[in-house]
């Protein structure tokens, strides 16, 4: 129950500030969405930000931060303090200068990079200028997942999940014409703004790593013990835990094949982060919370505990996004229409990005729980499973994404490539899961799969009641937007309440525990796990 209570803690706090990130997030971009629609400056921009966000994810916050963590734990617990901050100060500068070749050999190459990513079929000029404002993002940022890291190896969450918001308030800030003005379009302004963001989202941390005792002493090494061992588990890790944004670039070229209405790209964008409005606000908290405590437990050996972790979080990560997947598909239009239809953001946009949710959301709960396997075999610094499984379901995506816009392309049309990365997915996650078992031993199986009926059968009745109230509401026929909020927020907020009182008298095993740990007390099943 403590390993419990401290991961609700933690996420929690994670959860709380993400919630407030993802916010602004929206507002970023609703304000994007208004100044530029799912027009071809709209399908650059996100082409534009999406490569060097790529090499963020995964050189930066994807597996460099995943490598680090069980490095640095390790180094906690068996070396001394000047030795820890020595590796940290060491990496730092050596991150730093590979950070830096990346960005120059980005800006430089960016026309062939932006071509590799997209052909010629959008706007190829404004895509490569905007490209080479926005890559120098990716340096900051780096730095700043690998402060994150030393935050988060220390417990230290919330700081470190509250760096995207500076990223928000500045992209948001530089849409205002107060400051959009001083540059030639809107979409170089948004640019600058994501640049101006990174360097905040590293400023901010900075005086909590000079407290912990970092002092950034200049050193370069790529011959350090300690950073051979984060460069060794980080180089397959670029499949493993980055395979979700592998994913987001091979949809990126499909959705900008010949055949695809203009406007895809952005459409699909718009959909990911409703799809990332949800990760965040609950099950990318837990998968932060865990890392750091699956890595202490890994390193003591202490495998049961570690299974434990897994099996409890899988299953309050589920309790999340099944409901909240249903709830994406039904009430797609509506979502859409409410969130981002104003300005340049018309009703073909809404209709072209509401078939993008569609099927991104069949795969959320997978990954979102994708999100917390990969971590567990980190945690035990087994690289070669993750890559193996990750090159499979690639090579899914992309058979997938082939099929679906030669074959089935009247039926999925611009929902093709959100389709096949669902699909790629739930194969990335089941594959996972099964080796993990099979590899360490019982986990309470078949209590995961009870609680996912339970689960899956409240959020069912909640996804008819959706259904019924979407249809009888009338949604549609109502033009004035104040009608249209209040229409949307009853029937949001009465299908929440429905789930959850449908979870308690289905008494749902995760809403006793996280009743009964906030309450100081034992939950009857709560502290039990049946083996399988």
């Known amino acids: 129950m403590t390993d419990k209570k401290h991961i609700l803690k933690s996420a929690s706090v994670i959860s709380l500030v993400t919630i407030v990130s993802r916010v602004l997030g929206y507002v970023r971009d609703q304000r994007i969405a208004l100044l530029l629609g799912t027009t071809p400056a709209a399908d650059a921009y996100v082409l534009a930000y999406r490569i060097p966000n790529l090499f963020r994810r995964l050189v930066a916050e994807g597996s460099m931060t995943a490598s680090f963590i069980p490095v640095f734990t390790s180094y906690m617990r068996e070396k001394s303090k000047e030795d820890v901050w020595a590796f940290a100060n060491r990496l730092f500068w050596t991150l730093a200068l590979v950070a830096a070749a990346i960005t120059v050999l980005g800006m430089v190459f960016s026309p062939a990079v932006v071509h590799l990513f997209a052909g010629k079929n959008i706007a190829g000029a404004q895509a490569v200028d905007l490209n080479r404002i926005i890559f120098p993002y990716l340096f900051f940022v780096s730095l700043a997942a690998l402060a994150m890291g030393i935050l988060n190896s220390f417990h230290i969450f919330g700081l470190p999940a509250a760096t995207p918001v500076f990223l928000n308030l500045a992209t948001i800030l530089f849409t205002f014409a107060i400051v959009r003005n001083y540059f030639k379009d809107s979409a170089t302004s948004i640019a600058v703004g994501v640049l101006v963001g990174g360097v905040l989202q590293f400023l901010i941390q900075v005086p909590s790593l000079v407290q912990k005792g970092m002092k950034f002493n200049f050193g370069i090494s790529f011959s350090h013990p300690a950073i051979r061992d984060v460069a060794r588990l980080m180089i397959p890790r670029l499949f493993g835990i980055g395979i979700g944004q592998i994913n987001l670039l091979i949809d990126t070229r499909f959705a900008t094949a010949g055949r695809m209405p203009a406007g895809s790209l952005a459409a699909l964008y718009v959909a990911d982060r409703v799809m990332e409005l949800v990760l965040g606000g609950y099950a990318i ?25 897994l099996s409890f979080s899988v299953r309050i990560v589920a309790f999340i996004t099944i409901p909240a997947a249903l709830g994406l598909m039904i009430l797609r239009e509506p979502i859409i229409r409410v969130l981002f239809q104003h300005g340049q953001f018309v009703a073909e946009s809404t209709r072209l990005t509401a078939r993008a949710l569609l099927y991104y959301a069949i795969g959320l709960p997978a990954l979102a729980t994708v999100k917390l396997v990969v971590p567990a075999f980190y945690s035990t610094r087994d690289t070669k499973t993750p890559v193996i499984v990750a090159s499979m379901s690639l090579v899914i995506n992309i058979v997938l994404n082939i099929v679906f816009l030669q074959i089935f392309f009247r039926r999925v049309q611009n929902g093709g490539p959100a389709l096949a990365t669902a699909l790629a997915t739930f194969f990335d996650f089941f594959a996972l899961f099964i080796i993990f078992r099979l590899r360490y031993g019982p986990m309470g199986t078949m209590e995961i799969v009870r609680s996912f009926a339970k689960i899956s059968l409240c959020a069912g009745i909640m996804g008819v009641a959706c259904w019924f109230g979407n249809y009888y509401t009338e949604f549609t026929i109502h033009s004035r937007f104040l009608v249209q909020l209040m229409v949307f927020t009853g029937l949001i907020t009465g ?38």
């Open 285 to 309: 908290a837990v998968a932060t919370a865990i890392l750091p405590m699956m890595s202490h437990q890994a390193a003591a050996k202490d495998y049961d505990s570690l299974k434990k972790t």
């Open 495 to 532: 299908a929440t309440v429905l789930y959850l009182a449908l979870a308690w008298l289905f008494r749902c095993r995760e809403i006793e525990e996280v009743y009964g740990i906030a309450t100081r007390r034992r939950a009857g099943a709560g502290s039990d796990y049946v083996e399988l």
